[in-house]
């Protein structure tokens, strides 16, 4: 024990939270990651601070404030892309049970390059950590309830799991940018795969 230790010393509180933001703050903080998301989908890694900065209208001490780093930005932005893809199967699971889960796979190819920028990056720099561990982990749920609205439906195998919709997601997401296929191809190859889903 150290002379600045004393026995009768209470242990150290943990980090309490952080307050929560003020509405002008929020603002703020949504306009950058609005903002970050479409910086960095345009311009990769190379994006600055200082552009998000630009875009969002702010000085660009409050970009810092909220996020510190890049890396910070980069994970909000895929943390708020996760949130909003969540809420979008929610809503589509509270629609047709047999049309939810083919209308959002659609959806998601359909938007797989506007996206893909933003994902890659935050992977490749510090990958899925437990800031955006949860938000993907609800998404794989609802993702999950969704497939089983549609199953109870008779609109999809029984036999199909989760992960392997997962996997035909993904698949197909990282085709569509990378080959970059036209719309009509992005059709076809859905066609193909919603055919294999089905009963």
């Known amino acids: ?3 600045s230790e004393s026995p009768t010393s209470p242990p150290s509180p943990l980090s309490p939270p952080s307050p929560p ?14 903002s970050a998301a479409a910086v960095f989908a345009e311009k990769g890694a190379s994006a600055t601070t200082e ?4 875009r969002a209208g702010v000085a660009v001490g409050t970009v810092f404030r909220h996020f510190p780093t890049k890396n910070d930005l980069l ?28 209308a959002f796979f659609g959806e998601m190819v359909g938007q797989a390059v506007e ?29 999950g309830t969704l497939l089983a ?25 990282q085709g569509a940018v990378h080959a970059a296929w036209p719309p009509d191809l ?14």
Do not use: W
């Open 75 to 102: 994970k909000a932005i895929l943390k708020d892309l996760m949130e909003h893809l969540a809420e979008r199967v929610r809503a589509l699971g509270s629609g047709d049970p047999a049309t939810g889960l083919f």
């Open 21 to 34: 933001l003020r509405a002008d703050a929020r603002r703020n903080r949504a306009r950058i990651l609005e």
């Open 51 to 54: 552009e998000v900065a630009v």
């Open 1 to 3: 024990m150290t002379s």
């Open 149 to 173: 609205r549609a199953q109870a439906a008779g609109a999809v195998r029984a036999d199909v799991r989760p992960d392997e919709v997962l996997a035909l997601l993904t698949g197909v997401c």
């Open 115 to 143: 996206k893909r920028t933003v994902a890659e990056l935050a992977a490749a720099d510090f990958g899925v950590d437990t800031m955006v561990a949860g938000p993907v982990e609800t998404l794989r749920d609802a993702i």
């Open 186 to 199: 992005q059709r076809r190859v859905l066609a193909i795969v919603f055919a294999g889903l089905r009963p």
